[in-house]
């Protein structure tokens, strides 16, 4: 990726656990930087639990979502911030629910980077498939889209919640190598490094 200052942006990723619930705290979240002229130019969204995502604006943001198409919970979702054009790539491989949930955007930041944005979640409650299912399931459909991603011939960013611990992707035989090796295959570099998610006795990169 270019890192011309140009092409430099601000990108936070959120599992909302119910986009309705926390969505006072997501604007006032977003007020709060844009008040110390700190704009943050995108906020993903897994687990946004939405159907309708109309009711869920934000000033000077656009909203973007995909959910499912029946039952409760999952779903993700983008704000981008109207200083930058977007338009949402829709095709049936970016969403099987349950399995693989994505929105994914065609976007301009601020007329000067194109790039595509990948809002994911993998859920891992299915009824029927054991864990280990689910997750083949999962990189399966990943390397689908990965490979349709890869002929648009733009950067991707991924950003959201894979239910896979990347701080373990040391150990050979765990999941979270192997998603790892597939993003690696097709040119992807993780970023982050440091615990996104803490409590009193784990951490975790997820």
């Known amino acids: 990726m270019n890192c011309d200052p140009q092409n430099i942006f601000s990108l936070c990723s959120l599992n909302a656990q119910s986009l309705h619930a926390k969505f006072t705290e997501i604007k006032n979240f977003i007020h709060t930087l844009n008040v110390d002229h700190q704009v943050l130019d995108i906020l993903t969204i897994s687990e946004s639990w939405v159907k309708d995502f109309s009711l869920y604006n934000i000033d000077n943001y656009n909203l973007f979502g995909s959910s499912r198409p029946s039952g409760r919970g999952g779903g993700t979702a983008i704000y981008i911030h109207n200083s930058s054009t977007a338009k949402q790539v829709n095709n049936p491989i970016f969403f099987v629910p349950n399995i693989f949930e994505a929105t994914v955007l065609e976007g301009?930041?601020?007329?000067?980077?194109?790039?595509?944005?990948?809002?994911?979640?993998?859920?891992?409650?299915?009824?029927l498939l054991s864990t280990g299912a689910q997750i083949e399931e999962f990189l399966l459909q990943l390397e689908i889209c990965l490979n349709f991603l890869d002929n648009k011939k733009?950067?991707?960013?991924?950003?959201?919640?894979?239910?896979?611990?990347?701080?373990?992707?040391?150990?050979?035989?765990?999941?979270?190598t192997k998603l790892l090796e597939l993003f690696m295959i097709f040119g992807y570099i993780q970023t982050i490094s440091k615990a996104t998610r803490i409590t009193n006795n784990s951490f975790s990169i997820i």
């Open 154 to 176: 733009k950067p991707v960013i991924f950003a959201g919640d894979f239910n896979l611990d990347l701080l373990k992707s040391n150990d050979v035989n765990d999941s979270s």
């Open 108 to 127: 301009n930041l601020k007329g000067k980077f194109k790039f595509l944005l990948v809002s994911i979640y993998r859920p891992n409650n299915h009824e």
